[in-house]
């Protein structure tokens, strides 16, 4: 069993800054893919960033890259979304989520947080 805990979401105006944060706890993490999910109102959960537990190779969807960027720290069991030039459309709530699949696949991660909101005004 993984325990996920997300922060760091708020309200943020249009081309500002977030950094997400999600704390993880339980089984040993070294071959899991750490992942970032979004669900915007009215949408369904999609895939936004992840990256390998072990060694740091990382993934993103089109509509983020080259503005989000993933990390992790390993002695803090702790990954995270740093968000730049954020854009209405990237308010949604974020889920931090843990698979062993390295995808794009929303069904694939097995363990999920609570959530974050973020909210992005125009």
């Known amino acids: 069993q993984v325990q996920l805990v997300e922060s760091g979401g708020g309200l943020v105006q249009a081309g500002g800054s977030l950094r997400l944060s999600c704390a993880a706890s339980?089984?040993?993490?070294?071959?899991?893919?750490m992942g970032w999910l979004r669900q915007a109102p009215g949408k369904e959960r999609e895939f936004v960033a992840a990256i390998m537990w072990s060694g740091g190779r990382t993934l993103y969807a089109d509509s983020v890259k080259g503005r989000f960027t993933i990390s992790r720290d390993n002695a803090k069991n702790t990954v995270y979304l740093q968000m730049n030039s954020l854009k209405p459309e990237d308010t949604a709530v974020y889920y931090c989520a843990v698979g062993r699949v390295w995808t794009m696949t929303v069904n694939t991660y097995n363990y999920w947080g609570q959530g974050t909101r973020v909210t992005v005004s125009s």
């Open positions: 339980g089984r040993t993490l070294s071959t899991y893919v």
